[in-house]
């Protein structure tokens, strides 16, 4: 058995923060004695989600930079004494000490496009230094393009492991959530679900005006629903002025694989991503998707076989491939399903993602 700790910020509702629940919860399913090192008590969304095996340690960080916290790191991990340490996000940004200081084997995930995870040219000075030039962590990508951006930034040391997700699992309220949507269908209406952050990556403000035009048209009756995003914050306020009649704005809900399961569509027009999890549950339960040709999409989305791709990130672009997939034959449609659920199983699964992680580790 081998102690691995994963480190993040926090469990809030980003397609990261999901990846570890569901990596750790695997590792200790099989055999990992598993910590988890989290930086603040609050906005912990998934945290009732862990198997009771991961042992749970919360830092709390002061807000800002905080230059005590490197040490609070430090202490803890020489307390554990792990084999591996994994870092997620800006955790990295807290590691120098214990780099420096410590043997233990260290990775970090790189969950987007290299460029967009770094803030400042001190973050990726800082990943230049421990990928590249000492060697002290391995970076892992997630991804082909994010592969290739990592491999030019910081040489052949990074290693490839596609993200995972372990199957969604329906709740109670799915049973009303059909029936709603059910309901939307006897009034004409073609569904379309997107998740994810209101953040500007995810492209909603065009989203949401391609369906408006479509609808404008009159040919078709769509209905765009929106799961993720805090209701109380400037960025859902930004969005939902936006929206009208038929485009529903949920904020984030603990059951989006309810939705997920029963809407027609899935569409995901993000202006960058690294290997999206909401994307991965798509495929898990047997959605036709649409995506842009961006990131980890252009590779998980063979066109036209499990999915589809959308020209380009503009409201036009959107509003033509909704178009076009409104007007698809239910064959072809169900063999893009079947498609995709083939790929969820054959490379999207969380078993075969922990399974490449624990061959990295055991190669160190």
Known sequence: ???????????????????????????????????????????????????????????????????????????????IKPNIVQTHLSAFNY???????????FYHTIHSLPSKEYKSSLGKNLRLLFFKVLKKCTPISISPKVDQEARSLYGEGVKMIFNGRSMPNLTAQAVDIESYFDSLRMQGYKIFLNIGSLKEAKNHANLINAVKEVNTLGNYKVKLIILGGNKNSDEYNSVNVLADKNIELM????????????TDFFILPSLWEGMPISLIESFALGKVSL????????????????????????????????????????????????????????????????????NCYQDA
């Open 1 to 79: 058995m081998i102690k691995v700790v994963h480190i993040i910020p926090n469990l809030s509702t980003g397609g990261a923060e999901r990846f570890v629940v569901d990596l750790v919860n695997e590792g200790v399913r099989n055999n990992w004695d598993c910590n988890l090192i989290l930086f603040e008590k609050s906005n912990n969304f998934f945290i009732n989600e862990l198997d009771q095996k991961v042992k749970i340690h919360i830092l709390e960080k002061k807000r800002g930079f905080d230059i005590l916290f490197f040490f609070k790191i430090f202490s803890l991990l020489k307390k």
């Open 95 to 105: 590691m120098a000490l214990t780099f420096m200081l410590s043997s233990y084997k």
């Open 251 to 262: 904020g984030s809900v603990t059951n989006p694989q309810d939705y997920l399961a029963h």
């Open 291 to 358: 995506g842009t040709d961006v990131g980890g999409i252009s590779y998980m989305i063979r066109s036209g076989v499990n999915g589809f791709l959308i020209d380009g990130t503009n409201v036009d672009d959107i509003k033509s491939a909704i178009e076009n997939i409104l007007i698809l034959d239910t064959d072809i449609l169900k063999e893009i399903s079947e498609n995709a659920r083939s790929a969820f199983d054959q490379k999207y699964s969380i078993n075969k993602c922990y399974n490449a992680h624990n």
